[in-house]
């Protein structure tokens, strides 16, 4: 028996070691944890990426024509009702974004690349960072006003308790985000054309002066900040526009002279089905189309026929067999190779050199009272080109002879021709009113659906789910929760 | 009636035994042999009745005994097999096979950790021998539980061979965690059941109360599965070789029209588009329209399906020494599916060994190996469109369509009529080349030390090693192949589990008191490795998937986790003169993929029994053999959650040209956010049953009631959008299962005719209790192109599991509904929609439930006769009250388009009588000019395809013949057996699809109840036979 127990007292002790051997904390194999990534240079770039994919995807974020967004006078089916919950997919993606964005900055601010950087190369990174950030909340502010403003500094926002913050406060981060992106980025990526750089940066620090000068901040003494940035980049001469406006969007100049920074697609990496842009004759779903009224009020020129789709072999599109709307032609530059595939390799600029002109133009316009012969010249830059370099009547070049209001309303006007169905115009229609103090939204939406408008049209409603699970958070006028 | 029932008994028993009258004492010799394996069986006790002469059967399995003069009848009684009688009076030399037992009171029972005789058990648990498994000539064991245990349902949810079944032991507790039943094999968890070869199984128990489950704390919520294999016998080896061969046929074809009824009924629809003052043209002219009805067309689903043959090699060998016994056992089965280009191969080998070292010490060592090869054109959910899922489009392409044009190519369908959007059928079935390889190993060995009397520790040490290789070549034949200019996908996989199970029991009785005590440590370790790669645009189609590097676009992916469970369970059973008994466990799990703030979960339970039987008052009745009260209550638990869900993750997988360049750019994101509280979910479970058993065990009724309540189920809890996620996984939800289960089984015929038979019906009535901050969750369960845009299958609060939601369909108005009908804007013949909140308009607001899909009860009907060599097994089996949403019929009864011969009964004036509405004519429109009060534009979540899917079933039938012991020995074999068998013989159903049991969408149990081009089920014949020697 003794022997038994020696075997008994063994196999206990054997039980005992075995059982200490596993350990019940985990540690992930596949993936790291957020405090173990953020360590190197691109960790970082791959964080940029990472904030990009969902604001640009295959069926989401703004990568789906507008459905996402809110059609405006040029979309057809644009009536100013937006409903509940509308836009809480772009809600989502941007704060998904700034989420991503903000642990990068914050691991960069707590020195956590170590040597893997160089003081210079960590400027570059936080210059990305902060740029890409103020774009996020620069769409933000603009869609739903007051909003949270969660930033590096943030606790973690899925336990704080999180208040909607005043627009003051979160144009006040993109105007210092932008500017520190301007300072920290350079004004030219030799091997990465699809980055953003200092210009880009000032465009669009502009593009947040200008519209911090009108409608909601309606702070005039930005038209000057904004004219001034606008002005750097013409002056820098770092980029012009493309010649032919039939070049304009094509494969070709995707990355420049003219596009700035823009929303990226490739072979490698494909938007949304070209298809949606297309009409029923030429093979598409048809599901993007143009507001016949709009595109009946804008005049005939090269410029029309390059972004407008109005007529195919000789046969307008009244007299089509399906889809009897003009489509948007700006965005059919895959090649049917492509359309076959399903596979878009369109890009959408965000901003682009086209836009910082027409933005100098109506910021120097009002900063100084009247149209300078800068201002006129820089507008011209794009009548001119839109004109095919030929003068047409119904669409003059402008003069300095002209009133301050009316050279304002040509510029909103330009906009509206040459920034049609690129994620603009809304942006314009809210931030502008006329000298009666009436909202564009309401001036300039096609008169069948002007008796909806209201001043509650100009916010996206705050999404259900924000509402719903935080009690802090309240509603924009004229939604019902 | 007790008495009345013993009396007719007793007469039938005298009518057979009459005759019997003899003069003087005689010897009669015999050989008494195993019923299934013809082995000689030793120690069988021998009695003369009412006499105290007996004697016992040699290791030959012979006796001789002296039967007295007006003696005639003997009684054979063996443990473990049933007690027989038989009739001597003229026979001196006899052979007899003696069947198992299949509910000895006296026998031992597995239950977790151990064994317990069946009389001890305070716990529900329902058991299936090995030899009930082969009454049915599947290969597999989990379709062979169908209809065999009450409270367990099973749905062979696809016919493929080597396909999916589901199976849920009392109901769905979960909604995110899985409903699947822990599997353990010779104490081994986490096995797989395809895997087994059924001729391997001793036997199955199925643990369903909390009382026989909670020992398996956090992974026994489910109910377990416990399986035991077979060992060999003491004496000499014993070969065996069994053989099927099977033939396996559609069950039923799809209704479909002939060529000249579809080129009529394209031609009518076609003839409707007259409004606009257009006049169409018909598509088929008289004379193809004649040519069609001389000489018919293509009946797809005969090109696509067939007779498929199939082949089961078993080799067994097995016996023992005092000292030693083993089982060496091989399986080869080889299956063809009646789908064309689908088989189904499985090899498997299993060895047991088991050997008593000394009188205190044995070692135990099973190992099993299986290598599964399957392939199959995808259908039902399959990742692919269904535009080239064959099973999906056989039906639908019209018989006009020929299979392949004048150069042999295949047809492409015609435009302007018809499915012209989708695949030939024969391409989709054909062409892709589908390679599934999986190898298992399991390996469970143990030690065994009987440390005092009555102590035991067992240690045991196990390994689940499963390997799987797939690869899949979609080439430009393929619709799937067109559209990618050829799709492969190759897929490796490895899943290594390891236990270790030390096992501590102390035994006592002391007078009347019997104590078993149990402490159990265990650990068990898992790992999972995954990598895939996904390549399109290949150069070279004929190579595919075996040349991946010649593909333009590649997508890679790869994943591993592992997971850690430390265990301890304590378990006390107490018995009191055999009369009251008492079982509690005590489980603690610490598991790591629970949060870090709760790693560890404890799971108790208790119960009790009462057997009434024992007591002198009851047993003075002479009534009952049986008579057992139990109540248990416990606490199970799901670890559902997967390994690192409760951590932040950094995820690849969201590229971005960021760079501009020609590539895309790598980019990471913050997956989720961490919930460190993150728990298992967790199930109450009370249960009261009785068991009953009647005419010395004759007659056995079990019944149980049980309730159960899951809290804290899994579920994504949403968070604002400001938070960068959109929800966290929480533990939020709850639900309730409440379930009656009734099981009957007896000997109603013991003479030369035996027949044994066992019903069991069960009901689960289960709901929805708590979805967090959610009132309903939809599932959308389609894969586009049914104009079904939105979710109809639901979870709704306080409502159970399967509901199906969306408009009830009335049928056709008629002509003399003619204004009831306008004022919806409709005209006769139009479909007409139950106007739910009565406002005069069909919208969303009149959406209701319009079924569910899971039965109000289930039930099951075995029985066994059997005479002389002879037996006949047969089991029938059902299921009532559960709906399936049919919804391949959307296209196929779509007008201008669909193939259905309802289409052929749809409404006309003369036609009023039908549900399906008729084709309207454009100008008939326009002339009325209503305006519509029906704005559900086209969506068809509509009742028109919901149908009734209860069924009746004859599962199984087998017919088998032993070839006498006496012929046998001649040829030197022990026994022979041949048998010829049917399964899925008789279906009774209104269902119209396929197959009642289908179910193409399983991801979890909400979605379940859907037929969408699903695998169809087969009507199988088999003819086989057994060998041994």
């Keep these: 028996m003794k022997n038994i127990k020696t075997y008994h007292f063994l196999f206990i002790a054997v039980i005992i070691s075995a059982m200490s051997c596993k350990k019940l904390t985990e540690k992930p194999i596949s993936f790291v944890e957020p405090e173990n990534f953020y360590t190197t240079p691109s960790q970082i770039e791959a964080t940029f990426a990472g904030a990009m994919n969902r604001l640009w995807d295959y069926w989401g974020g703004y990568g789906y024509g507008m459905g996402n967004f809110v059609n405006d006078d040029q979309y057809d089916g644009g009536d100013l009702v937006i409903g509940n919950n509308h836009g809480s997919d772009l809600w989502s993606a941007h704060y998904a974004a700034i989420l991503n964005l903000n642990s990068a900055i914050r691991a960069m601010n707590a020195g956590n690349l170590g040597a893997s950087a160089t003081p210079e190369e960590l400027d570059v990174l936080m210059g990305q960072a902060k740029f890409i950030r103020a774009f996020n909340y620069f769409m933000l502010v603009r869609m739903f006003g007051d909003i949270p403003l969660i930033t590096e500094t943030t606790e973690n926002p899925t336990t704080a308790e999180i208040v909607r913050s005043p627009i003051a406060d979160v144009y006040a981060l993109i105007v210092s985000d932008f500017t520190e992106a301007a300072a920290k980025l350079p004004r030219k990526w030799d091997a990465f054309p699809g980055r953003p750089t200092s210009g880009a940066a000032k465009g669009l620090l502009a593009k947040t002066y200008l519209t911090m000068a009108t409608y909601p901040m309606n702070d005039p003494s930005n038209y000057a900040k904004a004219a001034d940035y606008a002005g750097q980049v013409i002056q820098e001469g770092d980029y012009s526009l493309v010649h032919n406006i039939e070049d304009v969007f094509s494969v070709a100049t995707k990355y420049g002279p003219e596009m700035m920074w823009s929303f990226n697609s490739n072979y490698a990496d494909i938007n949304t089905d070209p298809q949606i842009y297309r009409p029923g004759l030429l093979e598409g779903w048809g599901d993007s189309r143009v507001q016949i009224e709009w595109e009946q009020a804008i005049p005939e020129t090269p410029r029309k026929n390059a972004y407008v789709l109005t007529e195919l072999n000789g046969v307008k599109y009244p007299d089509w067999e399906s889809d009897q709307t003009p489509f948007i032609k700006k965005f059919m530059y895959d090649s049917q190779d492509d359309y076959d595939n399903y596979s878009s390799i369109m890009s959408m600029p965000i901003i682009r050199f086209a836009d910082v002109l027409l933005i100098y133009a109506e910021a120097a316009n009002k900063a100084n009272g009247a149209p300078t012969q800068d201002a006129v010249d820089a507008i011209n830059l794009v009548i001119d080109r839109a004109n095919g370099y030929a003068p047409i009547a119904e669409h003059p070049l402008l003069t300095t002879a002209m009133s301050v209001e009316d050279f304002d309303e040509a510029v909103i006007e330009e906009r509206n021709q040459e920034l049609c169905f690129e994620y603009d115009r809304w942006f314009d229609l809210i931030r502008k009113k006329d000298s009666n103090g009436e909202s564009y939204l309401k001036l300039k939406t096609i008169p069948a659906f002007q008796p909806n408008y209201s001043d509650d049209d100009l916010l996206f409603p705050i999404p259900d789910a924000d509402i719903e699970l935080n009690d802090k958070m309240t509603q924009n006028p004229g939604y019902t929760n | ?1029």
């Design chain 2, 1 to 1029: 009636m007790t008495k009345f029932i013993r009396s007719v008994i007793m007469l039938a028993g005298m009518l057979i035994f009459i005759n019997a009258v003899n003069a003087q004492d005689r010897k009669v010799t015999g050989t008494i042999v195993d019923d299934e394996d013809g082995q000689p069986l030793a120690g069988v006790s021998v009695l003369v009745k009412t006499t105290k002469i007996g004697t016992s059967t040699g290791a030959d399995g012979q006796f001789t005994i002296n039967v007295p003069q007006g003696k005639n009848q003997l009684e054979i009684s063996y443990a473990g097999y049933a007690t027989q009688t038989i009739n001597v009076d003229r026979e001196s030399t006899l052979t007899l096979r003696l069947a198992k037992d299949l509910s000895e009171l006296g026998e031992v029972q597995v239950v977790a950790y151990g064994v317990q005789k069946k009389s001890d058990l305070t716990g529900s648990i329902s058991t299936i021998k090995g030899a009930e498994l082969k009454q049915i000539a599947t290969q597999r064991v989990d379709q062979a539980l169908q209809g065999r245990a009450a409270g367990v349902l099973v749905l062979n949810t696809d016919g493929q061979p080597g396909g999916n079944t589901t199976i849920r032991v009392r109901g769905m507790n979960s909604i995110n965690g899985g409903n699947n039943a822990l599997v353990v094999i010779d104490g081994l968890q986490g096995g797989n059941l395809n895997s087994l070869n059924p001729n391997d199984i001793e036997s199955i128990n199925i643990l369903k109360d909390a009382s026989a489950t909670a020992p398996y704390g956090a992974q026994g919520a489910n109910g377990v599965l416990e399986i035991t294999t077979k060992l060999g016998r003491v004496g000499k080896p014993i070969i065996g070789y069994n053989y099927t061969f099977g033939l396996a046929q559609l069950r039923k074809k799809l209704d479909v029209m002939g060529a000249a009824d579809y080129a009529k009924t394209i031609n009518a629809s076609v003839m409707t588009r007259n409004g606009s003052g257009q006049t169409p043209v018909p598509i088929f002219s008289d004379a193809e329209i004649a040519n069609y009805e001389k000489n018919g067309g293509t009946d797809w689903q005969d090109v696509i399906y067939r007779s498929a043959p199939m082949h089961n090699h078993e080799l067994s060998v097995s016996g023992g020494t005092e000292n030693m016994r083993y089982l060496v056992s091989g399986g080869y089965l080889d299956q063809d599916g009646i789908l064309v280009n689908s088989s189904y191969q499985r090899f498997s080998l299993r060895t047991n060994i088991r050997a008593e070292i000394n009188n205190w010490a044995s070692f135990g060592l099973n190992w099993a190996g299986s290598k599964e090869t399957g392939n199959s054109p995808p259908y039902g959910s399959a990742d692919i469109s269904f535009l080239g899922n064959s099973v999906n489009v056989a039906p639908r392409w019209p018989a006009t369509e020929p299979v392949y044009d004048e150069d042999g190519n295949y047809w492409v369908h015609r435009l302007g009529y018809g499915p012209s959007d989708t695949w030939n059928p024969l391409a989709s079935a054909m062409e892709p080349k589908i390679d599934n390889n999986l190898v298992r190993n399991n390996l469970n060995a143990y030690l065994n030390f009987e440390i005092l009397q009555g102590l035991t520790l067992k240690i045991t040490g196990g390994a689940n090693i499963d390997n799987t290789n797939n690869q899949i070549y979609h080439n430009q034949k393929t619709y799937e192949g067109k559209q990618n200019t050829g799709l492969g996908i190759s897929t490796e996989n490895t899943f290594r589990r390891y236990q270790n199970s030390n096992i501590l029991t102390y035994d006592k009785e002391v007078n009347k008191h019997h104590f078993t005590i149990m402490g159990v440590a265990e650990q068990q370790y898992s790992k999972y490795k995954f990598s895939s790669i996904r390549a399109s645009v290949f150069t070279v189609d004929a190579t595919g998937a075996s040349d991946l590097g010649g593909a333009a676009i590649r997508t890679l992916s790869s994943d591993e986790n592992d997971r850690v469970l430390n265990s301890y369970l304590g378990r006390i059973n107490y018995a009191y003169d055999e009369k009251y008994l008492l079982t509690a466990s005590y489980r603690a799990d610490g598991s790591s993929v629970f949060g870090a703030n709760n790693k560890w979960g404890y799971f108790p339970s208790a119960s009790v029994a009462w057997r009434a039987s024992q007591e002198e008052f009851i047993a003075s009745l002479g009534i009952f053999s049986e008579l057992k009260v139990r109540a248990s209550w416990g606490i199970t638990g799901n670890q559902a959650i997967g390994p690192y869900q409760t951590l932040a993750r950094i995820s690849s997988g969201a590229n971005y040209p960021y760079n501009g360049t020609e590539g895309t750019d790598l980019g990471f994101f913050v997956l989720n956010a961490a919930n460190p509280d993150l728990k298992w979910e967790s199930t109450a479970q009370t249960d009261i049953g009785i068991d009953v058993g009647l005419f010395n065990g004759r007659l056995n009724v079990t019944a149980d009631y049980y309730r159960k309540k899951t809290t804290d189920l899994l579920m994504p809890r949403g968070l604002p959008g400001y938070t960068g996620f959109s929800s966290i996984i929480d533990n939020v939800g709850s639900i309730e299962n409440k379930g009656f289960e009734f099981a009957i089984s007896g000997d109603p015929m013991v003479g030369k005719v035996r027949w044994n038979s066992s019903f069991n019906i069960s009901t689960n009535k289960n709901k929805v209790l708590d979805l967090g901050d959610l009132d309903r969750i939809g599932y959308r369960t389609t894969k586009g192109g049914y104009s079904v845009n939105t979710p109809f299958m639901y979870l709704v609060k306080g409502e159970p599991f399967g509901q199906i939601y969306g408009y009830k369909y009335l049928g056709v108005w008629g002509t003399d509904k003619t204004s009831e009908a306008a004022a919806f804007g409709q005209l006769p013949g139009d479909p007409r929609y139950q106007d739910t909140n009565g406002d005069g308009a069909i919208n969303s607001q009149d959406l209701t439930v319009i079924g569910n899909s899971f039965p109000d009860f289930i039930f099951g009907w075995s029985n066994r006769f059997s005479y002389g060599d002879f037996d006949l097994t047969f089991l029938i089996q059902g299921s009532k009250g559960n709906d399936l949403f049919n919804m391949g019929r959307i296209r196929l009864e779509n007008p201008g388009e669909g193939t259905s011969a309802r289409l052929l009964d749809r409404w006309t004036p003369d036609n009023q009588d039908t549900d399906v509405p008729g084709f309207i004519e454009a100008k008939t429109r326009e002339e009325a000019a209503l305006e519509s009060k029906v704005s559900i534009s086209g969506d068809q979540r509509i009742s028109r395809w919901v149908e009734d899917a209860s069924y009746i079933r004859l599962k199984n039938i087998m017919l088998g013949y032993n070839l006498p012991v006496s012929l046998a020995k001649r040829f030197k074999i022990n026994n022979l057996r041949v048998f010829v068998s049917a399964t899925n013989l008789v279906t009774i159903t209104d269902y119209t699809g396929y197959d009642p049991e289908t179910s193409a969408y399983n991801v979890n149990d909400a979605q379940i109840g859907v037929d969408f081009s699903n695998y169809p089920q087969s009507k199988y014949y088999n003819v086989g036979l057994n060998l041994q020697f």
